[in-house]
């Protein structure tokens, strides 16, 4: 498994801008598709976003596509979601998850490591 690390969590109001880092460590990250996930109070967790072991395959969400992108940096164990145009409803707690197969996969079951998340609050 590998250890991540959140950070670049905030409140900013509707229309606003945010960069979530997730920093890992551990085993080699390369060898992991990563993804972003939310939870917001009284919901499942949601897939957002994940892009694929050598960042050449990216997958969103319908709710933030065109809005959320994601990136990676192996050199530097990195993965990114930069956030435009926000809405209210992008509200949660945001983690990182990494995940040993080489597909892109939506279900958060099928990570098995996650960063422990950090709170992003957009309002009205």
């Known amino acids: 498994q590998v250890q991540l690390v959140e950070s670049g969590g905030g409140r900013v109001q509707a229309g606003g801008s945010l960069r979530l880092s997730c920093a890992a460590s551990?085993?080699?990250?390369?060898?992991?598709?990563m993804g972003w996930f939310r939870q917001a109070p009284g919901k499942e967790r949601a897939f957002v976003a994940a892009?694929?072991?050598?960042?050449?395959?990216?997958y969103y969400a319908d709710s933030v596509k065109g809005r959320f992108t994601i990136s990676r940096d192996n050199a530097k164990n990195t993965v990114s979601l930069q956030m435009n145009s926000l809405k209210p409803e992008d509200t949660a707690v945001y983690s990182c998850?990494?995940?040993?197969?080489?597909?892109?996969?939506?279900?958060?079951?099928?990570?098995?490591?996650w960063g422990q998340g950090t709170q992003v609050t957009v309002s009205s």
């Open positions: 551990g085993r080699t990250f390369s060898s992991y598709t």
């Open positions: 998850a990494a995940s040993p197969a080489g597909t892109i996969y939506t279900r958060p079951d099928l990570y098995n490591s």
């Open positions: 892009i694929s072991r050598f960042g050449g395959g990216t």
